[in-house]
């Protein structure tokens, strides 16, 4: 399995399809992978100073969490899960990345599209729908999936959750992110079958600390529960 992300990686970094995209990029860390996992994160893309520069999702190279890392550290928590990786990731001769707590399991987490967008005049640019078409049409996104495996699939943010549905799942969803997590909350968690692989997925408010959507669905006990309960049946 190890084996078989390594290539993953190495192809993903090697990837200059997008024009417009950053080709800086780190190679990801194999050893920040924990292959027992059960949580599969899925973001909109790479942030401009964490793996992108560190090879470590969360982490920035001066090995510090960036602020969406720690605010979903908040909410993974209370599923006893982390985004600190099973063992502690030497970045550089004086840096290092923390291994996880006791008691704690590590997540997953990749992206949409697999490069930084660069920015605009409102911070990061968002990926356009050509550059989502074209990084999912790679395979990236399903291949980790089937890898790893995971028992639950978390699409944090709207355009997660959007660009999953229409390209991977190729299903129709609710207009608003907060809409469809009520329904996930009142009528369950549905299954799907992401090439060969089956597994709970379920959508999230985006961590960033400018969302308030985020920290009302940290107080929803009713999708904690749902969530811990498919854990559990691991």
């Known amino acids: 399995m190890s084996d078989v992300l390594k290539a993953l990686y190495v192809e993903i970094n090697n990837c200059s399809t997008c024009p417009l995209m950053d080709k800086e990029k780190s190679l990801r860390v194999i050893e920040a992978v924990d292959f027992n996992c059960d949580v599969f994160i899925i973001s909109q893309a790479l942030?401009?100073?964490?793996?992108?520069?560190?090879?470590?999702?969360?982490?920035?190279?001066?090995?510090?969490?960036?602020?969406?890392?720690?605010?979903?550290?908040?909410f993974l928590?209370?599923?006893?899960?982390?985004?600190?990786?099973?063992?502690?990731?030497?970045?550089?001769?004086?840096?290092?990345?923390?291994?996880?707590?006791?008691?704690?399991?590590?997540?997953?987490?990749?992206?949409i599209t697999q490069c930084y967008p660069g920015k605009s005049r409102k911070g990061d640019r968002v990926p356009s729908k050509e550059e989502i078409s074209a990084c999912v049409g790679k395979n990236?996104?399903?291949?980790?999936?089937?890898?790893?495996?995971?028992?639950?699939?978390l699409l944090m943010g709207r355009l997660s959750r959007d660009s999953f549905y229409t390209h991977v799942l190729?299903?129709?969803?609710?207009?608003?992110?907060?809409?469809?997590?009520?329904?996930?909350t009142d009528i369950g968690i549905p299954t799907v079958k992401v090439g060969e692989h089956s597994l709970s997925v379920s959508p999230?408010?985006?961590?960033?600390?400018?969302?308030?959507?985020?920290?009302?669905?940290?107080?929803?006990?009713?999708?904690?529960?749902?969530?811990?309960?498919?854990?559990?049946?691991?």
């Open 77 to 111: 928590n209370r599923l006893d899960r982390t985004i600190y990786p099973p063992v502690e990731i030497p970045i550089s001769e004086n840096v290092k990345i923390p291994k996880r707590q006791d008691g704690l399991l590590s997540v997953y987490n990749t992206e």
């Open 170 to 184: 190729k299903e129709s969803f609710p207009k608003s992110l907060s809409e469809h997590i009520k329904d996930v």
């Open 204 to 234: 999230i408010q985006h961590a960033s600390g400018a969302n308030p959507e985020f920290y009302k669905m940290l107080k929803n006990e009713k999708l904690i529960a749902l969530l811990r309960d498919i854990l559990r049946l691991r």
């Open 47 to 74: 942030a401009e100073s964490q793996l992108r520069r560190s090879g470590v999702n969360f982490f920035s190279a001066m090995g510090t969490v960036g602020n969406t890392g720690g605010n979903l550290e908040k």
């Open 140 to 153: 990236f996104l399903i291949r980790e999936i089937n890898t790893i495996k995971p028992k639950l699939l």
